[in-house]
């Protein structure tokens, strides 16, 4: 008998992934990162590509805000609102992995 | 028409018409074609590159039964090569050993399985295939052991509408990402058998309350889809997302087409890969190029504020119901004959026959001619 899946919840300790049929992808006829899923593409904008691409299955939510803060030189917790809010709403389309 | 046109993102491949079951909603045309029209190996291959080439990112392998293709793992290892994700769309009836773990290993992205009922008598009815439902359970299951995605797709009418609420258990017992509850769209065989499955009105809005409330409770564990039924309701649908816009299909001989219905749209002639190329096609096809953009719309879609939202609707929805495929789709409450839909779900339903007494359609070789179905 199969457990049910279970909605995650963000939190800092969260180590984020791309689920398997989730996929970046550049595209070299349109000159952009596409996100290919089952029956959509998504075509997110730069800080949105920052976040995913740290979805690597390693780093912490935690990790990601500090990075991406030292990256946009600005402080974690301007970065942070935005990262969670980010994660959870991806997590909620089942995008991303917690 | 100068709309500046983009590349197409997503391409539907209707790779057989053949298929072991005989569903009354069936969107492939009525004149089915036989496996002695099908495009081979190679040029499948080819078209697939030329797709690739054009800016495709998604194909869609679908049918009839794609699975019945016994290259189909060979096709989907081209598209693998090309990086362009793939999405199987399957009845899962009588899938051999081993084949879904070659379709996972030769780099499929996703499979999705349709199931006629959530109730094994309800699918095998549906399908006319005894015994159909228990092998979808198992298609379900090796899919899963092969670790790929999951989407149940569950195509609604008026002899499974109640069932709803146990599809989504169905698709949440077998591990599925998504579900899609789509309501039949009346084309091709659905349009022969509309009368029997047009669903009652009250049936259709508890749908909606039940798809809503377990869309909000299921966030983050399945995501649902739903297509709502056209003929209730209030605006169309940006069928295709736009008439060649940013996605197109092929038909199992290559005919190339913006939508599986545009067959029935008489003044259209259409091309086949192989005479031209895809990007030829795509670009000049007088008939990719009749309803592309907005140039070509007649009021009330040429003033209207949502006209780049559903692009005037089907188009051969307005054949079929308004005999004009340059018509607003009917399904908007802007067309002058809305009223029409109305009449035609009164009209179904005031012939609808008591349950198991339906006498559908089926979808077979040779089951009927071309009806008169023009209201």
Same mark, same amino acid.
């Given at each position: 008998?199969?457990?049910?899946?279970?909605?995650?919840?963000?939190?800092?300790?969260?180590?984020?992934?791309?689920?398997?049929?989730?996929?970046?992808?550049?595209?070299?006829?349109?000159?952009?990162?596409?996100?290919?899923?089952?029956?959509?593409?998504?075509?997110?904008?730069? /800080?949105?590509?920052?976040?995913?691409?740290?979805?690597?299955?390693?780093?912490?939510?935690?990790?990601? /805000?500090?990075?991406?803060?030292?990256?946009?030189?600005?402080?974690?917790?301007?970065?942070?609102?935005?990262? /969670?809010?980010?994660?959870?709403?991806?997590?909620?389309?089942?995008?991303?992995?917690? | 028409?100068?709309?500046?046109?983009?590349?197409?993102?997503?391409?539907?491949?209707? =790779?057989?018409?053949?298929?072991?079951?005989?569903?009354?909603? +069936?969107? #492939?045309?009525?004149?089915?074609?036989? *496996?002695?029209?099908? =495009?081979?190996?190679?040029?499948?291959?080819?078209?697939?590159?030329?797709?690739?080439?054009?800016?495709?990112?998604?194909?869609?392998?679908?049918?009839?039964?794609?699975?019945?293709?016994?290259?189909?793992?060979?096709?989907?290892?081209?598209?693998?090569?090309?990086?362009?994700?793939?999405?199987?769309?399957?009845?899962?009836?009588?899938?051999?050993?081993?084949?879904?773990?070659?379709? %996972?290993?030769?780099?499929?992205?996703?499979?999705?399985?349709?199931?006629?009922?959530?109730?094994?008598?309800?699918?095998?009815?549906?399908? #006319?295939?005894?015994?159909?439902?228990? &092998?979808?359970?198992?298609? %379900?299951? !090796?899919?899963?052991?092969?670790?790929?995605?999951?989407?149940? #797709?569950?195509?609604?009418?008026?002899? #499974?509408?109640?069932?709803?609420?146990?599809?989504?258990?169905?698709?949440?017992?077998?591990? %599925?990402? !998504?579900?899609?509850?789509?309501?039949?769209?009346?084309?091709?065989?659905? =349009?022969?058998?509309?009368?029997?499955?047009?669903?009652?009105?009250?049936?259709?809005?508890?749908?909606?309350?039940?798809?809503?409330?377990?869309?909000? !409770?299921?966030?983050?564990?399945?995501?649902?889809?739903?297509?709502?039924?056209?003929?209730?309701?209030?605006?169309? &649908?940006? +069928?295709?997302?736009?008439?060649?816009?940013?996605?197109?299909?092929?038909?199992?001989?290559?005919?190339?087409?913006?939508?599986?219905?545009?067959?029935?749209?008489?003044?259209?002639?259409?091309?086949?890969?192989?005479? !031209?190329?895809?990007?030829?096609?795509?670009?000049?096809?007088?008939?990719?190029?009749?309803?592309?953009?907005?140039?070509?719309?007649?009021?009330? +879609?040429?003033?209207?504020?949502?006209?780049?939202?559903?692009?005037?609707?089907?188009?051969?929805?307005?054949?079929?119901?308004?005999?004009?495929?340059? *018509?607003?789709?009917?399904?908007?409450? &802007?067309?002058?004959?809305?009223?029409?839909?109305?009449?035609?779900?009164? *009209?179904?339903?005031?012939?609808?026959?008591?349950?198991?007494?339906?006498?559908?359609?089926?979808?077979?070789?040779?089951?009927?001619?071309?009806?008169? &179905?023009?209201?």
């Amino acid at each position: 008998m199969m457990t049910l899946r279970e909605r995650a919840l963000v939190s800092m300790q969260s180590v984020p992934s791309l689920p398997k049929h989730v996929r970046i992808q550049y595209d070299p006829v349109r000159h952009a990162f596409a996100v290919l899923s089952p029956e959509k593409v998504f075509w997110p904008n730069e /800080i949105s590509l920052d976040i995913l691409r740290r979805c690597d299955g390693r780093s912490t939510v935690g990790h990601i /805000i500090a990075d991406l803060a030292s990256d946009y030189d600005t402080d974690q917790e301007a970065v942070a609102a935005d990262v /969670i809010a980010f994660l959870r709403e991806w997590s909620d389309k089942l995008l991303v992995k917690l | 028409m100068s709309e500046p046109f983009l590349p197409p993102i997503g391409m539907l491949a209707e =790779l057989t018409h053949r298929c072991p079951l005989q569903c009354p909603y +069936c969107s #492939n045309p009525l004149e089915l074609l036989k *496996a002695n029209r099908e =495009l081979d190996t190679q040029t499948w291959l080819d078209l697939f590159s030329q797709a690739a080439d054009l800016g495709v990112l998604q194909v869609h392998l679908s049918g009839g039964e794609p699975t019945l293709r016994r290259d189909l793992e060979q096709l989907i290892a081209g598209l693998s090569a090309r990086g362009v994700y793939t999405n199987l769309i399957t009845a899962g009836v009588g899938i051999a050993e081993g084949r879904i773990e070659a379709f %996972a290993e030769a780099g499929l992205d996703h499979l999705q399985l349709s199931f006629q009922g959530a109730r094994p008598a309800t699918t095998d009815r549906i399908g #006319n295939h005894g015994g159909s439902h228990e &092998k979808k359970l198992e298609t %379900a299951r !090796r899919a899963r052991a092969a670790g790929l995605p999951l989407t149940i #797709n569950a195509p609604i009418h008026r002899h #499974n509408i109640e069932e709803v609420p146990e599809f989504i258990d169905l698709a949440l017992s077998l591990g %599925a990402e !998504r579900l899609e509850i789509a309501n039949v769209q009346y084309a091709g065989w659905a =349009l022969a058998n509309r009368d029997m499955l047009m669903p009652e009105r009250a049936a259709v809005e508890r749908q909606a309350d039940i798809v809503a409330a377990a869309q909000e !409770r299921l966030a983050g564990v399945m995501n649902i889809d739903f297509v709502t039924p056209d003929y209730f309701a209030i605006y169309p &649908k940006p +069928c295709m997302g736009g008439w060649a816009r940013d996605a197109f299909m092929v038909a199992p001989d290559g005919t190339v087409l913006p939508c599986h219905a545009a067959q029935t749209i008489p003044s259209l002639r259409f091309e086949r890969f192989g005479e !031209r190329t895809l990007a030829e096609i795509w670009t000049d096809s007088p008939a990719f190029n009749a309803f592309r953009g907005t140039g070509w719309m007649q009021e009330p +879609c040429r003033s209207c504020e949502r006209r780049e939202v559903d692009w005037g609707g089907c188009r051969c929805q307005a054949m079929a119901i308004a005999g004009d495929a340059a *018509a607003t789709d009917p399904a908007c409450i &802007k067309s002058p004959i809305h009223n029409h839909m109305a009449i035609l779900i009164d *009209a179904a339903l005031a012939q609808a026959a008591p349950e198991g007494a339906e006498s559908f359609i089926f979808r077979r070789i040779g089951a009927t001619t071309r009806p008169d &179905k023009s209201a």
